[in-house]
């Protein structure tokens, strides 16, 4: 039965529980933050429901939980950040805030960093550019689900791009989403249901569209083909070949120029033992203030976003979202009310 | 009839016409060597016969042929440039070059350009990058052909992203596609087959999906409603929110942040007269040596390409390919061979 959960009690359940298995104080709040700011924005993929898998990685030896993040090349605007395979919310706040301080410094800063772990949902990081009136962007790679257009296998993983603008009027511009067309939280939602899936979305071992959930999922588990589609699904037609190129430009910022594990390296176990994953994740910071200038900015931001909102809507539709919209309308609610976590959460 | 003309000569000709039109020998250089390099690479749709539209540019005064860009604002690695309404290859390689000197000097370079014109391919600028063994990230926007999800009207371009990265063994990589599912060129190349559309690329002046080609480009040159469908389709199911949010992106990075046009204000003509497009790009040139060290990073790259290409091929599949494959081999052949120009282009 689904219940629901005030947002600071969860944050305190989950801090303790990060704390007993070694996590310092500081860095439990960067993990539970992350998680459960996901739960509230309505990205439940991506909330509490992880901790689980945190706990198990620590446990079985691929997430050191007191391991703290190393800069391991530098210079005014750019920065190479070794995560010593740690929590991958630790190193991501780290990288983030790496790259604003560079910012405030210079107007731009470009963190890249290796040997991570899952950082959670990416928009989290991009958000910590808004604070300062800064542009943000950041990419993670992740474990191979996607399959290469034309191909059997998945290759790489549903590596997501999370772009945030900040305005004045208007909540912010944040765009946050993995570059196949559906996370595989999206196909276990399927396969519980017992729904088909929509045509274009995975292939099954033959390399080809399929609409079964079950059998792309268990698929996956046991590497026997096939996989989650890149955004544009099978093929070209419908620019396949574009999504798959970009879950391989998340890959080459985040992991070939970081030097971490890219394509199908990204595993938490090889050979049946323990393996660290070494994600790689990339964090840049902008400062319009060195462009047109911070108020036009924003005051440019917030027009364009009505323009959008309040233009023609298609026949039959009601409302144009901008994107951030859905999310921070959800935040506000379940602040309020609270946030439904299913049983097996609970 | 069709005719394979040498790229030498096409080259020559181009040359010859714009600086009959007032344009400075270097500039139609910058001009003619990107539309014939993009004929070369098999990108007919931006090739020579967009000479056309820039002749009636300067003709009709939307194009100013002897502007040259001026930079309003610059740091050690940041740049804002005027292109003072001039032509777009000339705004766009003096950013992109301007990207590559700060990329010299400090690792990373970021440059936005207003006030400019259409460019040409954005594939161009990134290659760039590659001649110094920097990554390249070039955006464009364009006039409106898009339409947001759930929205009647097109509201934004197709607004490019070009991506390049160095390698050694393998030809480098280069990523280059209109955040649409598809150009206008293809909708063009069906009306003229008089072929129905797919699913999915377009829709009519209801907002929603149509297969007539005819239609959606009539309904655009009026601005009856509808045109060119996100990358990910019509609605949220394949993703159509997530081009949607690429597409936005690109204006944001080009135009809001460089204060340049952005959304349906980028067009030539206003109440029946020529109108300043007012087009914005952005250049990125990147310098792997500050981080994974240069020689690193384009092994992996070359390892991750093999990894790609080697990789199994769904049933009935030949080839997997990597981004910017298919326009090196069509290079090597047009170079050798000559490249075809329909007879209209002729």
């Known amino acids: 039965m689904e219940r629901l959960i005030n947002w600071k009690d969860l944050k305190d359940f989950g801090k303790r529980v990060l704390i007993h298995l070694n996590v310092s104080e500081d860095d439990a709040e960067h993990v539970i933050d992350n998680l459960v700011s996901s739960n509230l924005r309505g990205i439940d993929s991506h909330g509490v429901a992880r901790l689980q898998r945190y706990v198990s990685g620590i446990e079985t030896g691929y997430i050191i939980p007191d391991a703290q993040p190393k800069i391991t090349k530098e210079s005014a605007v750019l920065a190479n950040v070794d995560g010593q395979n740690g929590l991958g919310q630790v190193a991501g706040t780290f990288g983030m805030k790496l790259a604003i301080e560079k910012t405030r410094q210079n107007g731009i800063g470009f963190v890249t960093v290796h040997n991570s772990n899952h950082f959670g949902y990416a928009g989290y990081y991009s958000l910590m550019a808004l604070e300062h009136d800064f542009l943000g962007i950041t990419m993670t790679n992740a474990a191979p689900l996607v399959v290469p257009t ?3 296998n998945a290759l790489f993983g549903t ?30 939602v399927y396969n519980r249901l017992g729904k088909n899936l929509p045509d274009g979305w995975a292939t099954d071992e033959t390399g080809h569209m399929t609409n079964d959930p079950g059998r792309v999922l268990k698929n996956l ?16 037609t419908y620019g396949g070949h574009k999504g798959y190129g970009l879950g391989v430009w998340v890959d080459i910022f985040c992991a070939v120029l970081s030097g971490s594990n890219y394509g199908p390296a990204v595993v938490a176990k090889k050979d049946g033992k323990p393996n660290f994953p070494r994600v790689g994740h990339m964090f840049l910071a902008l400062d319009p203030e060195y462009f047109v ?47 439904p976590l299913d049983a097996k959460t609970v």
Chains 1, 2 share one sequence.
């Open 150 to 152: 034309f191909g059997r």
């Open 159 to 188: 590596n997501p791009i999370a772009v945030a603008a900040p305005t004045e009027r208007n909540k912010a511009w944040v765009m946050d989403f993995a570059t196949s067309v559906v996370p595989r939280g999206k196909l276990e």
């Open 221 to 236: 588990l046991d590497q026997l083909g096939g996989g989650i589609l890149p955004l544009g699904g099978e093929g070209e």
């Open 293 to 339: 200038g911070s108020g036009n900015f924003k005051n440019t931001m917030d027009n364009y976003i009505e323009l959008l909102k309040n233009s023609e809507k298609a026949e039959g539709e009601k409302r144009i979202y901008v994107h951030g919209e859905k999310e921070f309308e959800k935040q506000e609610e379940r602040e309020k009310n609270g946030i």
